[in-house]
């Protein structure tokens, strides 16, 4: 199947057709737009109780978005690229078409835009005078400033998060034309949110009926790869998730990490052997006991996960591993453990209680049953925030402890989200119009909670750790300390990046955050 290289996104092509048209909408002399991302505050009625409410947020993945800002990253893949080819180019000609083709706006890509929107709109709308001038004067670069909070940040709703604005009078409308490539930032926000949230129901989970945190990394793992929309889906989606914790199957995500973060180990997430269906049902109804025991053998030294449930769960728990092959599995380690999967049904119901029959639970030090460390569970079948918390409490109730288990999550972790569950919103909030600074907002009567902020933005933590959006420029005084804004792009550059090491730590439970869950 043919792959698109990066080389061939056009800038010019990545914004909602209405905006190509806004470059004619502002006021006359219109030198400058400044607008900024949230996620919204939710106000809800008060008599309705959610479930979960998702009060902050983990800030990831614009350092990505911004990679459509700038060709630096892909030219430096390429030459990358190149060196372990050991392809040398032929002359500094060919050295200067490459950076030529690595612009963001080049006489190729106007042209091809040109000519999109005049068939697209049936007229002649396209700012090819705007795009030219920033292609000869800043060399295809785009002239403006984004600055935006420490990715991995957990911040609370209601507060920008990041700000984009233009750095030269001419381009003034090029602010919101990158607003689209920009807000798609919603979805490692929201991947990487949903995936914290549940992390610290396990934490809580796991602290009660346990004592310690130990394997909490490993207890929520990706099975998300078939269930999106693309194969860019999957990578920032799974990079998403492996912000919280170390456990996936969609490799992609590693691709991701390591092309634009980076991190200290060779790779930032692990998985085990596992079985699925076909290599069981492969063998025959009536030799489901000759697949495991083949498959359990193949691998003496790791974990290997086994799914159960391809003909009868209860007969595979009760008779096959508990009774059959019952002292292969107790000769394996802690290290090594056989790992249960059942693909349908509560794990509570259909695998603790008869597991725990045939291999005889102890008690931890929290007074909850525990099976050997051979053998462990990983539930696999429509998990997601709501039944994950149903889960665990219902193990809890019946004195299970969380070290049992693990899950493993698919659409639900990487899929079945919008933009919409965390308000993710793109606001102008300050222009200058005939060379006077002018702070707007909106304020829609028929919902209170879409009105917008007021001018130049900042971010300040205050001495008791709360965060505030100071509005109206309001922030310049700095008397609530230093702005945690700091920039990121200006003019055609990414000026400041961050580890995935870096990440993980600014989104790291608190311990003022675990203290609230005990």
């Not at 807000?183 to 992390?199: C, D, F, G, H, L």
């Not at 096959?320 to 380690?333: A, H, M, P, V, Y």
Request: net charge neutral; proline share 4%; charged share 25%.
């Amino acid at each position: 199947m043919e792959q698109h290289r990066d080389t061939d996104f056009n800038i010019l092509l990545a914004t909602d057709s209405y905006k190509v048209t806004h470059y004619k909408q502002y006021p006359p002399n219109t030198s400058k737009v400044y607008s900024y991302f949230e996620c919204r505050e939710k106000k809800t009625d008060p008599t309705k109780t959610r479930k979960v409410k998702y009060d902050k947020t983990v800030f990831y993945g614009l350092h990505r978005r911004v990679q459509g800002c700038t060709e630096e990253n892909v030219q430096g893949c390429i030459l990358k690229a190149v060196q372990f080819l050991r392809i040398r180019l032929q002359s500094a000609a060919e050295a200067n078409g490459l950076a030529e083709h690595r612009k963001v706006a080049t006489r190729e890509k106007i042209q091809e835009a040109k000519e999109v929107y005049r068939e697209h709109f049936q007229d002649d709308v396209f700012n090819e005078k705007g795009w030219n001038y920033i292609l000869e004067k800043y060399d295809g670069h785009l002239p403006i400033e984004i600055k935006a909070v420490p990715e991995g940040s957990v911040i609370p709703r209601g507060n920008v998060l990041f700000t984009v604005e233009s750095t030269d009078p001419e381009c003034y409308w090029l602010t919101n034309w990158v607003e689209t490539i920009l807000v798609q930032i919603w979805y490692p926000i929201t991947v990487a949110t949903n995936s914290r949230e549940q992390k610290k129901i396990l934490a809580k989970y796991l602290m009660e009926t346990s004592g310690n945190l130990e394997g909490l990394e490993y207890k929520l793992h990706d099975f998300g790869y078939r269930g999106v929309s693309s194969q860019e889906t999957a990578g920032i989606g799974a990079s998403a998730h492996l912000v919280n914790f170390k456990g996936t199957d969609t490799v992609a995500g590693i691709g991701v990490i390591k092309k634009y973060y980076g991190t200290k180990d060779p790779v930032p997430g692990f998985s085990v052997p596992a079985a699925e269906h076909s290599t069981i049902t492969a063998w025959g109804k009536d030799h489901e006991k000759d697949a495991f025991e083949h498959i359990v053998k193949q691998f003496p030294s790791v974990p290997v996960s086994i799914v159960s449930d391809s003909y009868d769960i209860y007969n595979a728990c009760e008779k096959i591993w508990g009774e059959d092959l019952r002292s292969l599995i107790e000769s394996r380690s802690a290290e090594a453990p056989l790992v249960v999967r059942p693909d349908s049904g509560n794990p509570l119901d259909t695998v603790l209680e008869i597991l725990g029959k045939k291999f005889h639970p102890k008690e931890n030090s929290k007074g909850y049953k525990v099976l050997p460390p051979y053998i462990r569970v990983i539930q696999g079948d429509g998990v997601d925030i709501n039944t994950l918390q149903e889960i665990v409490e219902g193990m809890k109730q019946h004195r299970w402890s969380i070290e049992n288990i693990a899950f493993g999550s698919g659409g639900a972790l990487l899929q079945k989200l919008t933009r919409d569950l965390l308000n993710c919103s793109f606001k102008c909030s300050y222009v200058v119009t005939n060379g006077l600074g002018v702070n707007v907002f909106k304020d829609p009567v028929a919902d209170p909670n879409k009105r917008s902020k007021k001018g130049r933005l900042s971010l300040h933590k205050t001495p008791s750790g709360d965060f505030v959006t100071l509005e109206e420029g309001k922030g310049d005084l700095e008397e609530y300390g230093v702005d945690l804004l700091h920039t990121v792009f200006l003019n055609g550059k990414i000026v400041k990046t961050y580890t995935f090491d870096e990440v993980r730590e600014n989104a790291k439970l608190k311990d003022c955050e675990l203290d609230e869950l005990q």
